[in-house]
């Protein structure tokens, strides 16, 4: 049934696509997809960069900049406007997925972004999460990234926001 | 037209049946939780245009149409019950889309009592299984 049912919907596609080259039999005809450039190693400069539309932006939606925290587990949810979120590996125009820079400055801007401790990647398109930073001051940083995990032109970089941990009494598992 | 008719057809009597008999669901980790941030239940909004925030915890979202495990979409019911659940979610100013993966939703409301609800769906706005809606808010708008 559902095999049937795929095959059909493939047919029907097929036919469209093709019904619809054969209307519009323009000589401006797309250029052919070129080589991936993410097969061609992380490390040079001028990576591709994906268009990112006026207006969107990304910010953080907690914690709030200048915020005492009482706990060293700490939630970030991240907020973006006038933009979509997607995993890794999607290349779906106005789409991204966040990236969460800790106690760092933003990286090179055409390249991808690095993956470490100071670099977290969220890959599956998750929109918050939560870390474990011990007692201090602390900067909280997001940069969107396309398919490939190079930032978009322009970035989609938030404000940075500085957060100051207090030792927590007791435990410091406070699962909000 | 005539060929492109024939497989148009076969593909709307195909589809249908998904409609009414129950579509497969797609699995979800268990600690998965979808949540309205903002506003918060019991909210006065002066004026009714705002944005609501859409929270998603133990798993990532991705546009409409990207086949990804652990993945889904944002949906809004405004004023209105969840849908069957086995089917894809309805499409209209009562059920809103968010499939470019968005995590905000921009609302005009008019003055009155009124409802929100975030139903989260697969690639093909199927809802997952179990299920990931947020408990259903109720807001007051004043003019």
Not at chain 1, 144 to 149: S, V
Request: net charge neutral.
């Amino acid at each position: 049934m559902h095999h049937r049912q795929c095959l059909a919907g493939t047919a029907a596609a097929v036919l469209i696509a093709a019904s619809a080259y054969a209307q519009t039999p323009s000589p401006t005809t797309p250029p052919p997809p070129s080589a991936s450039p993410h097969e061609t190693g992380t490390t040079q400069p001028g990576f591709k960069r994906t268009p990112s539309p006026a207006g969107a932006y990304v910010y953080i939606g907690w914690p709030n900049d200048g915020q005492v925290l009482h706990t060293t587990h700490i939630k970030v949810w991240f907020g973006t406007r006038g933009f979509g979120v997607a995993p890794a590996g999607t290349t779906k125009a106005n789409t991204g997925h966040h990236h969460l820079l800790i106690d760092v400055a933003p990286p090179p801007m055409d390249q991808p972004i690095p993956n470490d401790k100071n670099h977290l990647h969220f890959g599956l398109g998750q929109t918050e999460t939560v870390i474990d930073l011990p007692p201090g001051t602390h900067t909280l940083q997001l940069l969107m990234g396309d398919a490939d995990h190079v930032p978009h032109d322009p970035p989609l970089l938030s404000k940075k926001v500085t957060i100051r941990v207090v030792a927590a009494e007791g435990s410091s598992a406070d699962t909000r | 037209m005539k060929r492109i008719g024939l497989p148009f057809a076969l593909a709307v009597g195909l589809a249908l049946p998904t409609v009414a008999v129950s579509a497969e669901t797609k699995p979800m980790p268990e600690n998965a939780r979808v949540y309205i941030i903002w506003p918060a239940d019991g909210q006065t909004i002066p004026g009714g245009k705002f944005w609501v925030r859409m929270g998603l915890s133990g798993a990532g979202i991705a546009p409409a149409g990207i086949e990804k495990a652990n993945t889904g979409h944002h949906h809004l019911l405004v004023d209105v019950d969840l849908p069957p659940l086995d089917q894809v979610v309805p499409n209209d100013k009562n059920h809103l889309h968010f499939g470019l993966g968005q995590t905000e939703a921009h609302l005009e409301l008019p003055p009155g009592r009124h409802t929100l609800q975030l139903l989260l769906a697969d690639d093909g706005h199927i809802p997952h299984n179990p299920p990931l809606y947020s408990k259903k808010i109720t807001i007051i708008v004043t003019p």
